[in-house]
């Protein structure tokens, strides 16, 4: 009998535990993730339930951040046989941002879920809207580049999953850079951009990045593809930056400083 009970008090002692493990629990986890670039700081409440400022970082001991004005908030939950994640934020995020989180035997898949997001005009599943000068806070290139403008997230839907030790990709998710400017040029805007990153890991697809110029005096070009193999990621792209005709002389100084100058294009290579 005192068997039993001795069991039952830890049992309980340990779901009390679970229910109750703080925030900063979750936080934390994030940071280690995120090798300290994305941080969710002063986190309060629950891992369940809580919220917390929403901080880019330069990574483990850099002085860099930048912060989002207001605070994230989250709630986690059973959803079916995954673990369910709601977050909002006044400021960016556009209703509710959803995620599921499917555990299995020597796999896990994460599926950011379209539905129930209202749209942006134009856009099908937008997700939200933040500054670009958010960026400054992951420090080099981004704190010389000083961006201005808008960054605009919109996916119909995407799924990443990890099936022993490789990751792989389906969906589409768009980031549409919108105004973008720079203190390194005298213009007051370089253009608009759509980023894609689009797979199909059915077919055997690795996730494929492309870079288009929709506007702008800057005009940016690329492709490439993104590898994920165990807890490495690797980015191979190839691309080009060149001024639209009359704007050689304003955009001289940000085209050497963007890649390697061949004539009038700046070459961009990665990886």
Do not use: K
Request: glycine share 14%; net charge positive; charged share 15%.
């Amino acid at each position: 009998m005192m068997r039993w009970a001795v069991t039952g008090a830890l049992l309980g002692g340990t779901a009390v535990a679970v229910a109750c493990a703080p925030a900063a629990w979750l936080a934390s986890a994030v940071a280690a993730a995120s090798a300290q670039r994305l941080l969710l700081a002063d986190a309060r409440g629950t891992v369940w339930q809580g919220s917390a400022v929403l901080v880019l970082a330069g990574g483990a001991g850099s002085r860099s951040a930048s912060a989002l004005p207001g605070r994230l908030r989250w709630t986690l939950g059973l959803d079916g046989r995954a673990l369910g994640v709601r977050a909002q934020q006044d400021c960016c995020i556009n209703g509710e941002l959803r995620l599921r989180v499917s555990p299995g035997w020597g796999r896990i898949r994460l599926e950011l879920l379209a539905a129930g997001l209202a749209a942006w005009p134009g856009a099908d599943a937008a997700l939200g809207q933040w500054p670009a000068s958010w960026l400054v806070g992951l420090g080099a290139p981004w704190n010389t580049l000083q961006p201005t403008g808008s960054l605009q997230l919109s996916s119909p839907g995407l799924a990443i999953e990890q099936v022993q030790g490789r990751w792989l990709f389906s969906g589409r998710a768009d980031l549409d850079v919108a105004s973008l400017g720079s203190r390194l040029s005298s213009l007051d805007v370089l253009g608009s951009y759509r980023l894609s990153l689009s797979g199909d890991a059915a077919r055997g697809e690795l996730p494929h990045l492309q870079l288009r110029t929709r506007s702008g005096a800057l005009q940016l070009t690329g492709d490439g593809q993104w590898t994920l193999d165990g807890s490495a990621a690797q980015l191979h792209f190839n691309g080009s930056a060149a001024a639209a005709p009359g704007a050689e002389e304003a955009l001289g100084g940000l085209l050497n400083i963007i890649g390697r100058r061949q004539g009038a294009l700046s070459v961009i290579s990665i990886g």
